[in-house]
């Protein structure tokens, strides 16, 4: 399995930006993914997630201004970052689970200054 994430970046607080994480080895279609940050000095936390049937939930710190949302003929995991505030800052990982085995992107670092 590999997740391969994209589309981080540097924007002003209010700006914002679309992450994409493309999964192989993988039938996509039925698996759960997620979208987790990291910030600086912080633990690693979950941002969003979604089913495979397009149900999906998300932090309260980041609802109304994150979108999760998946295209399973492109096998791409999405994340829609409106509003974006400096807290925001951190290394996005898509990730998902299998057989009982955790599987993480390589990462992508957003920076989000005021």
């Known amino acids: 399995v590999q997740l391969q994430a994209s589309g981080g970046g540097s924007v002003q607080a209010g700006g914002s930006l679309r992450l994409s994480c493309r999964a192989s080895?993988?039938?996509?279609?039925?698996?759960?993914f997620a979208w987790y940050r990291q910030a600086p000095g912080k633990q690693r936390d979950l941002v969003a997630s979604i089913t495979s049937i397009g149900r999906s939930d998300s932090a309260d710190s980041v609802k109304g201004r994150f979108t999760i949302s998946r295209d399973n003929v492109k096998r791409t995991l999405y994340l829609q970052m409106n509003i974006l505030k400096p807290e925001d800052t951190g290394v996005y990982y898509c990730?998902?689970?299998?057989?009982?085995?955790?599987?993480w992107g390589k990462g992508t670092q957003v920076t989000v200054s005021s």
């Open positions: 990730y998902t689970k299998l057989r009982g085995n955790d599987y």
């Open positions: 080895g993988i039938n996509f279609a039925i698996n759960t």
